[in-house]
């Protein structure tokens, strides 16, 4: 296939812009021909092959190269989509939403430039994958945990800036940030907080400086390109419990997440826990056919058989207690009596788990910051590797729950999947994650996957329910959501796109944020 | 005497492999691949090739049939699940040395 162009590019200028690059990082880390379709999104879901496709990738190893790419770019108008290390997977893994663009694939930045155990933070740049800095600290033995999402190899700053979340106390990502250096389209560079003073020595350890906190703008966003990101680490917490509370029936979600609620907001339940649902987690060790050969979604007697098997229940609570026992203990009591009012409820600890693999000890490592790559077992469950997640947030309240579960459940199984969710537990509110497990090889099924999307989106915001996070073919549609008082937000985020980058060359389509030139629609 | 030195020889030939270096292609197989395929109970690539061609061919380290083509084409390609690995993270040079590893 040849190499689409981005709009308003000829091949002229594209091919003397590649070699601009070429001299700033080296021929060896410029990347064109059969070498870009490794930044092909591996999860497609769009039947049209002409979609997210990139021009050529290019590797810098040093801000400084950042800037004389964006410099070059900014010059011949030729778009960069930044990756930190493109294992964004179910949103699009490297690909760029405007085809032609070239993907800036910063894995090779991948210092650790502090980890400080004192005061508990590290600075990092794009490259350092989650394994990366769990390594880095336990080959010096410093007593810092993790926070870590459930693949290992992503993007410390990557996760943390497309809002991801993990599952220890520290478990939402960007809250946990704290400074950052940022690469303007103009090839300027410029810290945030506390960075932004000379011979400061507190970047890390107070977000907002002085005068308009803005880390936020670079999150989700194409404002700028991020090159180092300080992120706080939990110090070793003195001691370690996790624990799995198993519900037998679908409605119980309704009474969990009102038993949940006053207990997170009260700090009881101290982790960014999980409810998860029978197949995602029957998905990780398991497949489908492993208990059923009929087609379309699993029956209430395949469950069952499940259930049994894995001792697992409909639903399935992961959570952990930090701390010493004398504090652990006194939470789980509270914790294991607020649960035992639900009928049916069964309470586990690792020590009572006798299935090898069992889901519990793989989430006890998860929990306690261990990076894996075991969940993505689950994309074997029905066979075709393809998965998606659709990710609406609610308030953490019984009816939301119960409500979402229904709406979105209905609507994969009328569309022949199996549900497989999870409701990650916020401080306040729910993210919703329904993970829908496709084959990728079926174009029958990829379109009716696109189709049962943008019918869960439209039946979301119609409730007022929004999604946090989206794969790159529905950022368009997401964004289109977020309409309050005539698109003021947008309106918005376009008055600031076009002041940063007025030419448009970064990351064109990023979460709906389209330079002038290209807005108007029809050019993802 | 002759006797000890010819105890210490048969002794360092003994326990040289042990102390011979890692392939390269083991060291980037440790970093790039072991968590889905490695030996580990949970490791998803082992388990699902375990399912699909049999107990025998589950381990990577320890199959004969793999081609260092075919390495060289899944890592960049990707396969089924397995998304590719782009040649910033994993380079040419590294692949090389993984295909040595992996490949007959």
């Known amino acids: ?524 | 005497m002759k006797l000890l030195a010819a105890s210490v020889a048969v002794l360092l030939a003994a326990i040289a492999p042990a102390f011979a270096a890692d392939p390269p292609g083991k060291k980037v197989f440790d970093r790039q691949c072991v968590y889905c395929h490695g030996p580990a109970i949970d490791a998803p690539g082992t388990r699902q090739l375990a399912r699909t061609r049999g107990n025998d061919k589950a381990l990577l380290t320890e199959r004969k049939d793999l081609g260092k083509e075919y390495v060289q084409y899944v890592v960049r390609h990707g396969l089924k699940s397995m998304p590719a690995f782009a040649p910033a993270d994993l380079s040419d040079a590294d692949l090389k040395a993984l295909a040595e590893f992996l490949g007959r």
Not at chain 1, 235 to 247: A, L, V
Not at chain 1, 455 to 478: K, N, S
């Open chain 1, 1 to 524: 296939m040849t190499a689409p162009l981005p709009p308003g590019v000829s091949a002229e200028a594209m091919a003397g812009t590649l070699e601009h690059f070429r001299r700033i990082v080296g021929a060896e880390w410029m990347f064109t021909g059969e070498k870009v379709e490794s930044y092909h999104d591996p999860y497609p879901i769009a039947n049209d092959d002409t979609r997210f496709k990139a021009h050529a990738a290019v590797a810098p190893s040093s801000v400084e190269q950042v800037q004389e790419i964006v410099k070059a770019a900014n010059a011949s108008g030729v778009p960069l989509w930044p990756v930190s290390r493109g294992k964004n997977f179910a949103y699009g893994g490297a690909a760029p939403v405007l085809s032609g663009s070239v993907v800036l694939d910063m894995s090779r930045m991948n210092r650790i430039l502090e980890v400080n155990e004192k005061f508990g933070y590290a600075l990092v740049e794009p490259g350092v994958s989650y394994f990366d800095l769990y390594d880095y600290i336990q080959s010096k033995g410093l007593k810092l945990w993790l926070d870590v999402p459930d693949p290992g190899w992503g993007s410390v700053m990557g996760n943390a800036l497309d809002h991801g979340v993990g599952y220890t106390p520290y478990g939402d990502h960007f809250m946990m940030q704290c400074g950052l250096e940022a690469v303007l389209a103009n090839g300027e560079v410029v810290r945030t907080g506390m960075g932004a003073m000379p011979g400061n020595n507190t970047w890390q350890l107070f977000k907002y400086g002085f005068g308009p906190y803005v880390d936020g703008i670079f999150s989700q966003s194409n404002f700028g390109i991020v090159t180092k990101m300080g992120i706080w680490l939990m110090p070793d917490p003195g001691g370690y419990r996790p624990y799995m509370i198993t519900f037998e029936r679908e409605e119980d979600i309704e009474q969990v997440v009102e038993i949940v609620r006053p207990l997170r907001l009260a700090n009881v339940i101290q982790n960014a826990a999980t409810i998860r649902s029978l197949v995602l987690d029957a998905a990780i060790f398991s497949t489908r056919s492993q208990y059923t050969s009929e087609k379309g979604p699993i029956s209430a007697s395949v469950a069952r058989k499940i259930m049994d098997d894995q001792q697992i229940g409909m639903w399935n609570f992961c959570g952990a207690l930090y701390g010493p026992p004398a504090i652990t203990d006194a939470l789980w009591t509270v914790i294991r009596d607020s649960f035992a009012k639900i009928p049916g409820a069964k309470f586990y600890f690792p020590e009572d788990r006798k299935r090898r693999p069992d889901t519990l000890i793989h989430r006890a490592d998860t929990m306690r910051g261990i990076p894996k790559l075991t969940e993505f077992g689950f994309l074997n469950w029905a066979g075709g590797g393809g998965h998606i997640g659709f990710s609406p947030v609610s308030p953490t309240t019984g009816a939301d729950a119960i409500k979402q579960y229904r709406m979105v459940s209905s609507r994969v199984r009328e569309a022949g999947f199996d549900y497989s969710g999870l409701m990650a537990i916020g401080f306040r509110e729910l993210h919703h994650v329904t993970v829908i497990v496709y084959d990728k090889t079926s174009a029958e099924e990829r379109a009716r996957l696109d189709k049962l999307f943008r019918q869960l989106v439209a039946e979301a915001a119609a409730e007022g329910y929004g999604e946090y996070r989206t794969h790159i073919a529905y950022m368009d549609a997401i964004a289109g959501t977020y309409r309050w008082n005539d698109n003021a937000l947008m309106k918005m985020h376009q008055t600031i796109k076009d002041a940063l980058d007025p030419k448009g060359i970064l990351a064109p389509g990023k979460s709906g944020i389209w330079p002038k030139h290209l807005r108007g629609g029809g050019n993802a």
